[in-house]
Structures are given as C-alpha cells and as structure tokens.
C-alpha cells in the first residue's frame, strides 16, 4: 500500500523560513509523481499553492516555492506570515493512474 | 474566472445512493480532467475518482471502487458522481476539483458539498 508522509505538527516564527516535505514509503519522489502541495484552514475549501512540482498557482505569493530535495518534494515558505498559519497537504500521482494525499502538516506561525 | 460548484449532498442511509453534480463555468470543461476529492469531518484530504475530459479514462480509489461511478456531461459543462452502497465511512464533503488538459494534477477547487451517512 501506498503511503504518503508529511511532519508532524510544525511551528516557524514570523519572517522564517520553512521547508515542509513529502515522501513516499515504496521510494522516491520525482517530477513523474507531479508533486502539489495545497493550503486550508478550518472550514475552508483547499486552496492549490503549487502543482507539477514547482508551477506556482495563479495569486499565490512567490514566498512559497516548490521542488524537489533529495527523495521527496518539498514546499518553501519564505518569510513567513501569520496568514500562512495553516494545514498544508501534499499529493503525488501514481504510475496506475490514481492519486495519494499525505496526512497533512499543521504549520503554526509564532 | 474558474468556478466549480457541487450539489447533491445530504443525509443518507447506509446502503443508500446518491449523486453529486458540480456546475463548471470559466474554462474550456470538455479539454480538462476533472477529480473529486473528500475529506471526512476532522480528517485529511483522501482522493477519490478522475476522468479526462473526453472521458475515455476514469480511475478510482480501491475504497470506492465498484461502488462510486464518474461521470461527465460536456454538454452542459456539469461533473457527476454517482455513490452506491453507501457506508457511515463515505461521510465527508466532496470537493470537485480542476485538472488541466495533458494531466490531472490538482488545480482549481470547489467549495465542496458534505455527504453524511447515517440511520
């Protein structure tokens, strides 16, 4: 069974910088799994930040960046703000034709 | 501007069936794949179906397979999902969601539509 992984519940303070990964239990990511990484807070509908990797989506901050680091993608939020206090998902795509969402990662900005 | 608008949810029984639209408007619906997403109450993101915009390639999760169909009708711009045999587990709110035209990556999102399960 396909898992995907994402950290536990993580904090950055105002103005850093975060890096946030994604993995996989059978091996490593590449640009083939068409890494997205997605944003929610509560009661809200996901909001996609990044798709295929790196492709910002339209009106996302060019704070947040996405790529590839090592066997995992990976998202960058630079500089930090208290509006990026969130859930933050990934999700990568399988040879087979289907889709795994990670369990999310709760980021605190403080 | 892109907006996805789902329908259809509400109370079942176990057992039960339901179908889920979401309206489409701001593209090009018929070139796109399109995907539905859940999402049960305090819990994280679970993909659940795709279709290609002609709809010549549909794939499922293992947890709904055999039980949920995809569907599209280019027509009127409108993405189905039909739910079967529905059990408490398939609780949670169904979001519609906009792939592009080559690949199904996860773009664009509808506000969703919740789907409860219960007797």
């Known amino acids: 069974q396909t898992v995907v992984t994402q950290e536990p519940p993580f904090s950055v303070s105002p103005g850093g910088t975060v890096t946030l990964t994604c993995g996989l239990n059978s091996g490593s990511v590449s640009t083939s799994n068409y890494p997205g990484w997605y944003q929610q807070t509560p009661g809200q509908a996901p909001r996609t930040l990044i798709y295929?990797?790196?492709t910002r989506s339209s009106g996302v901050p060019d704070r947040f960046s996405g790529s590839i680091l090592g066997n995992k993608a990976a998202l960058t939020i630079t500089g930090a703000q208290a509006e990026d206090e969130s859930d933050y998902y990934c999700?990568?795509?399988?040879?087979?034709?289907?889709?795994?969402f990670g369990g999310g990662t709760k980021l605190t900005v403080l | 501007e892109v907006q996805l608008v789902e329908s259809g949810g509400g109370l079942v029984q176990p057992g039960g069936s339901l179908r889920l639209s979401c309206a489409a408007s701001?593209?090009?619906?018929?070139?796109?794949?399109m995907l539905w997403v859940r999402q049960a109450p305090g819990k994280g993101l679970v993909w659940v179906s795709r279709i290609r915009g002609d709809a010549g390639i549909t794939n499922y999760a293992d947890s709904v397979k055999g039980r949920f169909t995809i569907s599209r009708d280019n027509a009127k711009n409108t993405l189905y999902l039909q739910m079967n045999s529905l059990r408490a587990e398939d609780t949670a709110v169904y979001y519609c969601v906009r792939g592009l035209v080559s690949i199904s990556v996860l773009v664009a999102w509808g506000q969703g539509t919740l789907v409860t399960v219960s007797s």
């Open positions: 295929s990797t790196n």
């Open positions: 701001g593209f090009t619906f018929s070139d796109n794949w």
């Open positions: 999700v990568l795509y399988m040879s087979s034709g289907i889709w795994v």
